[in-house]
């Protein structure tokens, strides 16, 4: 097979592929950071101000429900239903990525519109209603969806965009890597990871960030309320302008 000659103009689709693999290369280094702090914020601030609503870890909504189910207590619809509002929030997702017809870096632009989008929303509807003033009303389960739902963009966003990037919210993944991670270094042979698992730095930097998410967003709850979730907006509409 011939090869092109030295010094040959490179196509302009060529180009853009290398360009493209080179900031989708970026957006997987600089965005999980970030969008761990989000998911921290979320959903410390969910829980403590939407009547112990788990927002980004929405599986904890289903042990919450049992418990009262068996032990008995004030039943939070919210907490139910969670989990039919995520799935239907990421098939939502993937049909406007599907529609868009953007892929990498350009969907993952996309997504994190959407993700400010959703959040910008939920903090007007928090000034304007103030759900924290009465965790189970409908105001609260109204809120607490809008959560679930930035979330949910944000899952997809790193499983449909992001292949190299490993999740933001999912830290009961990251402990369980880092932990085996670290193991494996300090194996002198006999190491059990395959070569291609997800380095104990990326893993610390993912719980760091959500941990940092969720302390900050506990000084902020008691300092302004509602308000609180202006923060993860914040943060989201700098994340859109990441490069």
Not at 44 to 52: V, Y
Not at 203 to 219: I, K
Request: charged share 10%; hydrophobic share 55%; proline share 5%.
């Amino acid at each position: 097979m011939s090869l092109p000659a030295q010094g040959s103009p490179v196509s302009p689709r060529a180009l853009a592929s290398v360009n493209e693999a080179v900031d989708l290369s970026r957006l997987e280094a600089r965005l999980p950071p970030l969008l761990g702090i989000i998911a921290g914020m979320v959903d410390f601030t969910g829980f403590f101000t939407l009547g112990h609503i788990f927002t980004a870890h929405v599986t904890g909504n289903i042990v919450l429900a049992t418990v009262v189910a068996i032990d008995g207590g004030t039943f939070h619809w919210a907490q139910l239903s969670a989990i039919p509002v995520f799935m239907i929030a990421l098939a939502i997702v993937w049909l406007i990525s599907q529609a868009s017809g953007r892929h990498g870096s350009h969907l993952a632009r996309l997504l994190l519109q959407v993700q400010f989008l959703l959040l910008l929303m939920l903090l007007i509807f928090s000034i304007v209603t103030k759900p924290s003033a009465d965790p189970s009303g409908l105001n609260a389960i109204a809120a607490a969806m809008m959560a679930v739902s930035a979330m949910a963009c944000q899952y997809a966003l790193l499983r449909l965009a992001l292949p190299g990037a490993i999740s933001t919210a999912v830290m009961t993944g990251n402990l369980t890597n880092a932990v085996l991670s670290a193991m494996d270094l300090l194996a002198a042979r006999n190491r059990l990871l395959p070569r291609d698992a997800t380095p104990l730095n990326h893993s610390l930097h993912r719980l760091l960030s959500f941990v940092v998410g969720c302390v900050v967003a506990a000084g902020a709850v008691s300092l302004m309320g509602d308000w609180t979730w202006s923060l993860p907006a914040i943060l989201a509409g700098i994340a859109i302008a990441v490069r």
